[in-house]
Every structure is written in C-alpha cells, then in structure tokens.
C-alpha cells in the first residue's frame, strides 16, 4: 500500500481536509454582525455555529466506524463532497433559517474529514516518521482554529460574508483531485454490522445536549421545562447508548478501546484541554475590544502570536514523540497551560498590550503540543481496523469539550458580567454595556461610566480564567495517569 500511494499529494489533501473542516469551527464568529445585517434573525444568532459544532459532533464516531468497515477513501471524498455542497449553500443563503440549515450539512460533512485524516496518516506514512507528521497535521488544526475569527473578520471588511463559505470551494476542489488520484487504499476492510441504534442514539444524547446548554439561559431560563426535557432527553439517550453499546456484536464505540490506558487519559486529556483552549481564543479578543478599546481586527491580530506559538509546539511535540513519552510531554504542556492561564487570571484594564501578547504566546507554547501528541497517544495502541473510530472518538472528545467550553465559561463570564452592571448605575443611567465593542458608541459613553463597565468586564474576563483551572486540574490528573508509551515503543498487530 505503501509503494502504490504518492505520500506528498496525499499528504496536502489531508492538510486541505483538515484546515476548511476546523477553519469553518469559528470563521463565522467575527462576521455574524454582517450577515444577521443582511439576513435578519437575530434570536438565530447562536445556531449558525451550534449547528456546524454539533452536526459536526455527532457524525465524527459514526464516519470513524465506517471507514473502518468500507474504507478511508471513499468516506473522505464523501465528506469533501457534503462539505463543499453545504459551504455552497452557506453562500447563498437568503433567510438566517437556511444559514443554520446548510451549516449543519456542512458540519456533517466536516464530521468525516479530521478524524479520517488522521488516521490515514497512520495507515500509510512509515512508523519512523509518524510523530513528524502528526506534529505538522496538528499544527494545522491549531493553526486553523485560531485563524479563523481573523481570516473571517478580513474576508467579511474587504470582500463580503459570503466568501468565507466560497472559499472553501477552490480548496476543497484541490483536496478531492489529490486524494482521488493519489491515494491508493488497500482492499481489505473488516466487514462488520452497523449499529444503527448506537449512531441515532449517540446523535441524540450529543443534540439534545448541545441544545440545551446553547439555549439555557438566552432563548428559555434555565429552569424551564424546554431546557430541563432537553437534559433528561441527553442523560435518557446516553445510558440507553451505554446499554445497548454493551450488547451489540460491532459497536459504534468499542469499550475496549477504554481498557488501555493510554487511550484512555489521551482522549480525555484532550476533552478537558479543548475546554481550556477556547477559553483563551475567545476571551483574549472579547478583552482587547472591550477593555483596551481595540476594533475587531485588532483583537483578531492579538491571536497571531498563539497561533504561531502552537503550530511551531505542535511541530515539535510529534517530533519529539519518538525520544520522549507522550507523558513527559503532556507534562510539560500541562505546565506551560498553567503558567499562561494564571497569568491571564492577572488582567486587569492597565496590563499592557506586550504582556497579553507574552501571555498568549505562553498558552500557545502550552496547548500545542495537544494536537499532535494526543492523537498520536489514542491511536498508538489501537488495531488497524479500528484507528478510524479511535480518532473520530478522540476528535469528538475534544470537540465536545470545546464547545462544553464555550457555552459553560459563557454562562460564567455573562452572570459575573451582568451582576456586576447593577452596582455602578442609577436607576436614570441609559448607558448600553453592549456598546463599549463598538468604538463609535464608545465614544459616546461618559468616561467615568465607561470607567466601571471596563472594570466589570476586565473583573468577569479573569474571574472566568480562574475558573479554567478546573478542567486544566482535570487534564493534569490524566495526564499524570498515562503510561509511559512513546512513539517508538509502538508494537502495531499489523504494519501499515
């Protein structure tokens, strides 16, 4: 297999893949005030990026299992295909309704790309070079999960909104030619049974879930009989999965795969870093434009020194995978986590923009080395025939604990925020806290009301990194808790 597949070609196919599937995870964040400008539907807002995220979600673990059965080549040429057919859409939506719906066809189509390409990378690149692959790959992901507030912030103020769907159509092109002709795949697959009652359950605990975390607290309270069937419904649908998962012959999500260790803590490690991860990308920006008065653009460039910091972690974390353990590496990044978060936990509105920046680039030093090093670590162990669903399980982990992130640290910083605003205003007092992100109604704001209202969201901004601590806690355990394994010491039942 190895002599009949063209590694270069394949390789930047699976690079395309994986950039356009996590580029479109937050492109839309910094453009969602243009197209609710064109298309209405404000009280939609939310579902433009909850629909990709949980579309996303809930097809990674089913595609996994199926190109274990069927083959890689022809799910990732199906999921380039739904993707760029949901990106076209996207591009020519009319109503914010139609946004949401073609959004989650291209989610669906994402949900096929990462894990499968990083699976192919085990399948075909030779053992010795692996973990410099996998550091590059997950430079990209990092890369591209950064990138995507600013690259949709500049394509929205110097082309139109629209674009940040179209341009995935030329990459996606390229993507699909590559791996089409340059991929050749071995024939022999595991057959096995689907499990369909597994795939519909997964989808609904992972929906009724993300519903319900997205919705609690904006469209309905908390407490509300909507939200509380929507829990009831995630926490029903997900130990009736457990059930059936133990009973079925071919499972969509093999227990077996928890008995090694290794696996075991990589995944979740990566659950509760995706957490912590994009806590500091969404935040960091919200603190710059709020605080410091900086415009979008600004607070979007403030991200390119994490980006450039985690692509370079994330290059050198698989390329040390081969001297050192996955664990001695994962502590290191723990540490470098740590550092970085206490130090944004400091801000406050006189930090200057240099010591942001420093900071930045420390959280990106420590989370880099995650996107590399932790896939590798859930596929070291794992059977030939069943790296497809290890990865998507890994990539879903982590993407859940991404989005877990953004909706339970969102919760955090709007109460801290909102609680605080009572105590400096007068009952006569207009002054709208929503304006200080626009530096036009800023500057309309008395200055000693503007004063407070960046005190109070500086004061919720760190409240919420101290708050991070918990998850990072979390992932720091796991990672003590991981075997040795490196690389090298991989024993595959069958070589690629």
């Excluded at 009989?225 to 059930?243: E, K």
């Excluded at 790296?387 to 982590?398: D, E, K, P, Q």
Aim: aromatic share 12%; net charge positive.
């Amino acid at each position: 297999m190895k002599s009949e597949t063209n590694l270069v070609p394949v390789m930047c196919a699976l690079m395309l893949g994986i950039f356009v599937a996590s580029l479109d995870n937050t492109i839309v964040a910094t453009s969602m005030g243009s197209i609710i400008g064109d298309l209405g539907g404000l009280d939609k807002y939310v579902w433009v990026t909850s629909a990709y995220l949980v579309a996303e979600m809930a097809g990674m673990p089913i595609f996994g299992k199926l190109s274990d059965m069927y083959g890689r080549k022809k799910f990732f040429m199906f999921g380039i295909l739904l993707f760029l057919i949901g990106s076209i859409l996207c591009g020519t939506a009319q109503t914010m309704t139609q946004l949401c719906i073609f959004r989650a066809i291209q989610g669906i189509g994402g949900s096929a790309l990462m894990p499968i390409a990083f699976t192919i990378i085990w399948d075909v690149v030779p053992k010795e070079v692996r973990g410099k692959m996998s550091g590059i790959f997950g430079a990209v992901f990092g890369l591209s999960s950064i990138a995507g507030p600013l690259l949709g912030s500049f394509i929205t103020d110097h082309f139109h909104w629209r674009w940040i769907f179209f341009i995935n159509i030329p990459l996606g092109l390229i993507a699909l030619g590559l791996i089409l002709f340059f991929y050749k795949e071995s024939k022999f697959h595991t057959r096995q049974n689907i499990d369909w009652a597994g795939s519909i359950l997964l989808i609904i605990f992972s929906v009724s879930l993300m519903f319900a975390l997205e919705l609690g607290g904006h469209t309905y309270s908390w407490d509300s009989w909507q939200i509380i069937s929507l829990f009831v419904l995630s926490i029903v649908g997900f130990i009736i999965f457990l059930v059936i998962e133990k009973k079925v012959k071919d499972p969509i999500l093999p227990f077996n795969l928890f008995k090694e260790r290794l696996y075991t803590t990589s995944v979740l490690t990566g659950m509760f870093y995706g957490a912590v991860f994009m806590v500091s990308t969404i935040y960091i920006p919200l603190y710059i434009q709020g605080v410091e008065g900086g415009t979008a653009t600004n607070s979007g460039l403030l991200l390119l020194p994490m980006m450039v910091t985690s692509s370079v972690a994330a290059a050198l974390g698989g390329a040390l995978a081969n001297k050192f353990s996955y664990k001695n590496i994962m502590i290191s990044s723990g540490i470098l986590m740590g550092i970085g978060t206490y130090l944004l936990s400091t801000l406050d509105p006189s930090t200057p923009r240099l010591l942001v920046t420093l900071y930045m680039m420390i959280i990106g030093l420590g989370v880099g080395p995650s996107f590399s090093v932790l896939g590798m670590a859930s596929l070291q162990k794992a059977k030939p025939q069943e790296r497809g669903i290890a990865s998507s399980t890994s990539n879903f982990l982590r993407s859940l604990g991404m989005t877990l992130g953004i909706t339970i640290f969102g919760v955090i910083q709007r109460n801290t925020f909102t609680e605080g605003l009572p105590k400096m205003f007068n009952k006569g007092d207009n002054a709208n806290s929503g304006s200080i992100l626009s530096p036009e109604e800023r500057a309309q704001i008395p200055a000693n009301v503007l004063k407070e209202i960046t005190n109070v969201l500086s004061s919720s901004i760190t409240t919420t990194f101290i708050w991070t601590f918990v998850p990072l806690i979390i992932s720091l355990i796991c990672i003590l808790f991981m075997s040795k394994d490196k690389l090298s010491d991989s024993k595959l039942r069958q070589q690629s």
